[in-house]
């Protein structure tokens, strides 16, 4: 695995490095040992999988309260996706700022996000799939979100809007005197 440091400090793209040969490819998707270097330190204890069926549908923006902060790894195994993390630690230098990403199966690139991030995506393919690996388990009581056109997160998504779930669409916008996870 090969680590890009992005403007925000502590989310990195991951890039994979698959072995090919005339079989096709064999790829490692997770390593304790080498994600450690960008931070990871808790166990993974949860790994979700979802299959977007239409072009521009999006969901998100999406966290979870202490004490069910997590971390997240996110890549896309189908399709292509627009993956958006924004900054919601306290007293971040970058704090609301977000950083999108294109993850596909050909770019070979995923997403680290430790906590205290807010996370989305937009479909740019048809039959998009991802999978996530957690440090926590699912805890629908403290789940967070925020309207994904929050005007003071800003997020350019490149794709009009096709699809969004009642959910998202009813998440609030940040207010005032929010200030952070
Ligand atoms: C997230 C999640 C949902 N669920 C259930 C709740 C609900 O019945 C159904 C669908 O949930 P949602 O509508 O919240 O699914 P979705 O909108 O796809 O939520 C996901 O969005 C992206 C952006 C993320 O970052 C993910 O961590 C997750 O929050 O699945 C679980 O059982 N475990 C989970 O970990």
């Not at 064999?26 to 999988?49: P, T, Y």
């Not at 906590?115 to 999978?131: C, D, M, N, R, W």
Request: hydrophobic share 40%; aromatic share 12%; charged share 25%.
């Amino acid at each position: 695995m090969k680590f890009h440091a992005t403007p925000i400090k502590g989310l990195w793209v991951i890039e994979l490095e698959p072995f090919a040969d005339h079989r096709g490819r064999f790829s490692r998707l997770f390593c304790k040992k080498e994600l450690a270097e960008i931070g990871l330190q808790a166990e993974i204890v949860q790994v979700n999988h979802s299959v977007t069926v239409n072009k521009g549908a999006l969901r998100g923006l999406h966290f979870q309260n202490p004490p069910y902060g997590e971390d997240k790894i996110i890549r896309c195994l189908r399709g292509e996706v627009f993956d958006v993390a924004v900054d919601l630690r306290q007293g971040s230098e970058t704090f609301l700022q977000w950083f999108g990403q294109r993850l596909s199966p050909e770019n070979n690139r995923a997403m680290f996000l430790p906590k205290g991030f807010a996370h989305g995506f937009q479909t740019l393919q048809p039959e998009s799939e991802l999978i996530y690996f957690h440090t926590q388990f699912y805890a629908p009581e403290y789940e967070g979100g925020f309207r994904y056109n929050d005007e003071s997160i800003g997020v350019n998504w490149p794709e009009a809007v096709t699809e969004i779930s009642d959910k998202d669409l009813a998440l609030p916008t940040v207010s005032s005197d929010f200030k952070g996870i």
